[in-house]
Structures are given as C-alpha cells and as structure tokens.
C-alpha cells in the first residue's frame, strides 16, 4: 500500500519560516494537499493541488510537490500556526481501485 | 459556506454494530463525493471511506474492507456509515468530509465528528 512519511516535530522561532515534508514514491506525480489540526478540532485544508490555497487561507501558507517529496512552507510563523499538520494524497495505482492516504502528521511548535 | 454535522456515535462492544450520520446545509450535496475519515484517540488521520456523488463508486479502506458499508441519499441531503463487527481498533473520532470538486480529491469541508468507541 501506498505510503506517506512525514517529520514526528517541527519547531520554529515566531516571524520564522517552517518547512514540512511528506514523502513518497512519486508523489510528485499525484497532487498532494494539507491539512491544519488544532487540539480539539477538525482538520482545515490548507493547501490543495500542491500549490494552492483556499479561500481564506493566509499567503504565509505555500506548497511545492515535485519528485518524491511535498513541502508546506509556512513563511513569517505565528504563534496561531502551533498545530498537527497531515498531507493527503489519492493512490489510483492498484488496478480498479483507489484510497486515500494521509501521512504520518507533524507537530509544529513555535518558541 | 457549507457544514457537515455527523451523530450516531457512542459506545459498543466488540463485534456490534453502529451506524453513522452525517447531514449536509449549505451546498447542494449531490454535487460533492463524499468521503468518512478517522482518528484514534492520540493518532493521526485514517481514510476510511469514498463515495462518489451518485452513489454508483465507492472505495474503502483494506482496514474495513467487509465490515463497514458507506452510502448516501442525496434527497435527505445524507450520508451513512454503517460499521459491523467492530473491533477494538475501530475506537476514533469518525469526521465527514466533503471531497473538493474536480479530481484531486482534497477534503473541503469537514464535520465536528463522532465519537465511536468499542470496548466490553
């Protein structure tokens, strides 16, 4: 089955830029997307088709998909941003079927 | 805007059954593919189930392949989980999830969840 592998812990100094990967076979070729959890809330999409945001998501939030790992950077880190971060990716590879694939998620902390 | 709001969750023993909701406002619901995702207590996010906006595909996840059954009725504006043979591993909050239109299957709208634990 098809994997995504993230960092356990990211930590970051406020006004500073944090870089989260997540990384699989190829995943360059399939379009990854992000999703922001804080404690006790559902997960926020972030960033979709590697690249972009939705509506109402701050332009410090940005994306890069390319080989076999994805990136969220987020530039100018506010102490708000202090959450569990998952990619998302869709396997279409195994015949009729397909799954959705969430990576192993990230705790971004801000000192 | 659009909101999701799932119920039906609670506690079940090992090898019961549970059937969840999840009710749709504020976007035409048979528009959208529809999608149920999970997490353990103190775990990261599980996929668990796709349907398309008409009902005619749906994938699951190899973890509830023969146990859990996804469906909708658009007319009640509806989507249903019904788990069987649950087991201890099924224990998570079970959100509903609103797959973005186009191809790329983001999850755009998420509901609040429902806690679902199996236990004796």
């Known amino acids: 089955s098809y994997e995504l592998t993230q960092p356990p812990s990211v930590s970051v100094s406020p006004g500073q830029t944090a870089s989260i990967t997540c990384s699989g076979d190829?995943?360059?070729?399939?379009?990854a997307c992000w999703y922001q959890q804080k404690p006790g809330q559902s997960p926020v999409l972030v960033v979709y088709?590697?690249?972009k945001r939705p509506s109402g998501i701050p332009e410090r939030f940005s994306g890069s998909n390319s080989g076999n790992t994805a990136t969220l950077t987020i530039s100018g880190t506010q102490a708000m941003d202090e959450a569990d971060y998952y990619c998302?990716?869709?396997?279409?590879?195994?015949?009729?079927?397909?799954?959705?694939?969430f990576g192993t998620g990230t705790k971004v902390t801000v000192l | 805007e659009g909101q999701l709001v799932e119920s039906g969750g609670g506690l079940v023993q090992p090898g019961g059954s549970l059937r969840l909701s999840c009710v749709a406002s504020?976007?035409?619901?048979?528009?959208?593919?529809m999608n149920w995702v999970r997490q353990a207590p103190g775990k990261g996010l599980e996929w668990v189930s796709y349907?398309?906006?008409?009902?005619?595909?749906?994938y699951n996840a190899d973890s509830v392949k023969g146990r859990f059954t996804i469906s909708r009725d658009n007319a009640r504006n509806s989507l249903y989980l019904q788990m069987n043979s649950l087991r201890d591993e099924d224990t998570a909050v079970y959100y509903c999830?609103?797959?973005?239109?186009?191809?790329?299957?983001?999850?755009?709208?998420w509901g609040q969840g429902t806690m679902v634990t199996v236990s004796s």
């Open positions: 999830a609103r797959d973005q239109v186009g191809a790329t299957h983001a999850f755009d709208i």
């Open positions: 504020g976007f035409t619901f048979g528009f959208y593919s």
């Open positions: 349907i398309s906006r008409s009902g005619s595909t749906i």
């Open positions: 190829n995943l360059g070729d399939r379009y």
């Open positions: 088709e590697d690249t």
């Open positions: 998302q990716a869709w396997d279409s590879s195994t015949g009729d079927s397909s799954t959705g694939v």
